[in-house]
């Protein structure tokens, strides 16, 4: 079994101990943030679990019929659950059917592996009824739980798990992996703009985030100087992906608040916008762009619920444009 990733190989070195030791906990939690493998990490450990011609240092063979099935999404002792289509929540019936599976027994007398992702989605009825899972795990029975928020989840579920944490790697390395795989990318900010996050920021090169992120940030700042109204604004702003627009709005105003207290370029996660970044916090006072930066939080805390878009980003205007006519 080789790690997914170059900064995943503590982690694959820790459970290959615990599965060559017979020592490996029945429930494990893969934590940390979004854009780190984790994914690719469950399945790489699922279909190791599956396998039944490892190595002897723990590598899925990739071609016994175990293998194979897996590799085909066939695997009838794998079962993969996360939320349905456009729905908020993991259910409790996925969950009941996960539970269901879990206890037959596994058609090719090995393994069974059930992989839930984005298990902070879980509601109270789907986590309540993982713990029948959780505490009589089946016989050769393994629960993978993916969460980039664990603590979302109730303590019972995760007192019930092994967690394995993963971080990203520092921004050098995550640049030199970037710059491998997108080599005509601009990396290194690429990485500093995804708060390290690798998976993230290939995502990014590869899409038109990067112009996107430059013409929101010019029309906030035509806003703020006045050359365009909120309602253009939030007309502007409409097509773009909602949790995106806050998040680096959140970004900005973290870095201005950063160079309000006198921090250097150096210490930004957006250094290309430094010179403008520096125009805010000169313009908007501490307790101003506070007060912002908390909406902003509030909004990305609520953006789950199911509140008119276009009247979200008006008030998200509105916000920014109280306290700029402030000043
Ligand atoms: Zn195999």
């Known amino acids: ?63 016994c ?116 795989h997108i080599p005509e990318s601009d990396s290194a900010l690429l990485i500093s703009l995804c708060h390290g996050q690798p998976l993230t920021a290939k995502a990014f090169a590869k899409g038109d985030l990067l112009k996107t992120r430059q013409s929101v940030f010019a029309g906030l700042n035509q806003f703020i100087g006045g050359g365009v109204s909120g309602v253009e604004l939030a007309k502007r702003w409409e097509k773009i992906e909602f949790i995106q627009l806050l998040d680096w709005l959140i970004s900005w105003l973290i870095d201005s608040l950063r160079l309000s207290q006198n921090a250097d370029a150096g210490c930004l996660d957006n250094p290309d916008f430094y010179p403008e970044l520096d125009g805010i916090s000169n313009r908007l006072n501490i307790r101003y762009l506070y007060d912002i930066l908390d909406q902003m939080l509030e909004y990305k805390r609520l953006a789950g619920t199911s509140l008119n878009h276009r009247l979200r980003l008006e008030d998200i205007v509105l916000a920014w444009s109280a306290r700029c006519q402030k000043q």
């Not at 060559?20 to 939690?29: G, I, R, V």
């Not at 940390?32 to 679990?49: D, E, I, Y």
């Not at 293998?67 to 929540?89: I, K, M, N």
């Open 1 to 63: 079994m080789s790690a997914s990733y170059p900064w995943q190989k503590k982690q694959w070195s820790q459970l290959k101990h615990q599965l060559s030791d017979d020592k490996l906990p029945h429930a494990l939690l893969l934590c940390g943030p979004p854009g780190l493998g984790k994914v690719a990490f469950a399945r790489g450990l699922a279909k190791l679990l599956l396998c039944t011609q490892a190595s002897e240092s723990l590598e899925a063979c990739g071609h």
């Open 65 to 180: 019929r175990q293998c194979r099935l897996f590799g085909a999404d066939t695997h009838p002792d794998y079962y993969q659950v996360s939320r349905e289509g456009s729905a908020q929540w993991i259910l409790v019936d996925q969950i009941r059917a996960l539970n269901e599976f879990m206890v037959l027994s596994s058609q090719y007398g090995h393994h069974k592996v059930g992989l839930i992702l984005g298990a902070e989605t879980l509601n109270r009825n789907a986590a309540n009824s993982l713990l029948k899972t959780l505490e009589e795990p089946p016989p050769g029975s393994y629960a993978l739980l993916v969460s980039s928020d664990p603590m979302k989840l109730p303590a019972t579920v995760r007192s019930r798990c092994q967690r394995i944490n993963f971080n990203p790697p520092s921004r050098s390395d995550g640049s030199a992996w970037l710059a491998k």
